[in-house]
């Protein structure tokens, strides 16, 4: 299956704004997508799945969108 | 005498004149200082019914007992009038420099009253006022204003000025000081431009005491540590500025585009905190006494200056349907320039585009510019025509409701209370819908930023749908947040701070016994405070709404596609929560309570 992994702010440096991620066998919650991109969980201050806020070890499925962001301001 | 300097100066427009009265200590703790505190005197003062522009009205610039002292982000003063776009009491902040000089120069409080036959401005050197011939300045625009009056006046003097929006008398008029900063909401410009006022410069060499300077150190080193270790102000507002916002809101579809016809704008990247960042950033920047430092510096054209909020980037951007983050960037300094509130210009430019493509507003009014969603050309060029009130420009120069009203459309105004919604689309943040609708000043984000739980997730993250527990959450909130305005400092302090923070700041410096929950409890009196003189000045009860398309017409697409919001189920429990009736008017046994 794919899921579509899109970064903000630091997290996209030296990394990339939006890719499209076939899931291999073992990857199937954020927390893989995490290990495989290098970004330590505890540096995630906001997941989405699909726009929603979403834990860490939500099973994903076909088609989903991540979210991810680091602290981010208020306005 | 302790935070406070003690002194109100009083200055009356039409004599030139002044007097310096002794500010009742007790009564303003009771209140603790600027909105607040303003309130108070205002409410005492002031007939609630008066004409926002008639010379009864009064402009008041209020310090907290904080501002000017050592405490981070204590810059802020504001500003309280009764509201000509609300009808609402006004309370606006600012932050810059200018809120710290006024400590310095000896008061608290400036009550300006009454008008001058002419134009104007007001030189404050700690206790020498000047009133002086503002016709040269009439016209001008702010940084031209301001340069002017810094060379001509003692170094070191802080500027607040109007723009031609405020001279013209535009509902959406901002007072602007130190050049950009804006004390921005609810038209107090406009009351400033109604006197003939157009500026006041001030220079103190007055350093406010503190209580108890060995406790203040030690608890700023505490302080720092959480500012820095707090991820939203050491690391996300210092590298993106509120911009970031963009692409948050955006992503869980909340973020209003096409004066909120859907809250998903597929070009968000394009104006986002991010693009801005690497296209468009030349250094950032800080207001007094800040170790967060959100603001933005920016290329401008061919020039540079202040860079657009997140508000800005959406009033002027998905707002408008518009992705042309150059555009926007000019939009923003051209609201700095003419003095105008970049949510209320922006968001009536969106209303008016709907307007336009619903047929109320016809193509001969436009004088050959356009008026479409996504078309980024003219924008720039309709914001200089509200500030200088031309053409249709005059019309929109009203706000976004009078202007609606005015084509027999007001349901395409989104504003509560006639003051224009900003960037957060409450249909899917459903406290966050709950606080705009009681907001004491009409459509608002900062009388209680319930996004902080319900988006960004502090302290902690609540479901933004769900409107379980939302009442308790927008009361606390708004409480705690007519406390900090009242103290002098930034909001964005409270990412870090709670309300025990605030308690041992005042302490330190004032002498004060304040505990968390007479922080709270202070904010819930400032709160009852407003909503009576609201009250008192015919905002019925019943204005605790939010527009129909917010209630009726479901989000059609993106993350929070099918989502309407559930006012109605919220407000009993909001209004029982404050001891207030079913109607939301205040009990006599909880005004008793408050000690109002
Ligand atoms: S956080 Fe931003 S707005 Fe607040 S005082 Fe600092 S620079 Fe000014």
Known sequence: ???????????????????SFEISSGITTPKEILADLGIKESSVAILLVNGIHSKIN???KDGDIISLFPPVGGG | MYGYNGKILRINLKNKSYNIEKLDTDMAKKFIGGRGLGTKIFKDEVNPKVDAFSPENKLLIVSGPLTGTPIFTSGRYMVVTKSPLSGTIASSNSGGKWGAELKFAGYDVIIIEEKADKPIYIEIVDDKIEFKDASYLWGKVVSETTKILEDSSVQGAKIMTIGPAGENLSKMAAIMNDNDRAAGRSGVGAVMGSKNLKAITIKGSNKPQVYDSDALKKLSKELLVKIKENGVTGQGLPTYGTAVLVNILNEIGCHPTNNFQKSYFENADEISGE????KFLIKKTACFRCPIGCGRHVRI???EG??????TLWSFGSDCGIDDLDAIIKANYWCNEMGLDTISAGATIAAAIELHQEGYIKD?????????FGNGTDIVEWTKRIGRSEGLGRKMAEGSYRLAESYGAPELSMTVKKLEIPAYDPRGIQGQGLQYATSNRGGCHVRGYLISPEILGLPEQLDRFKIEGKAMWAKTFQDLTASIDSLGLCLFTSFAFGAEDYANMVNAICGTNHTADSILETGDRIWNLEKQFNLDAGIAPGEDKLPKRLLEEKIPDGPSKGWVHKLSELLPEYYSLRGWNKDGIPKEEKLEELGL
């Open chain 1, 1 to 19: 299956m794919k899921v579509e992994v899109r970064l903000f702010a630091t997290f996209r440096n030296e990394r990339f704004k939006k890719k």
């Open chain 2, 306 to 311: 202040g860079g657009p909020e997140y508000e």
């Open chain 1, 58 to 60: 939500m099973p994903l």
């Open chain 2, 364 to 372: 001969e009014e436009l004088d050959g510019l356009s008026l479409e």
């Open chain 2, 275 to 278: 693009t801005m960042a690497e």
């Open chain 2, 301 to 303: 054209g061919d020039g």
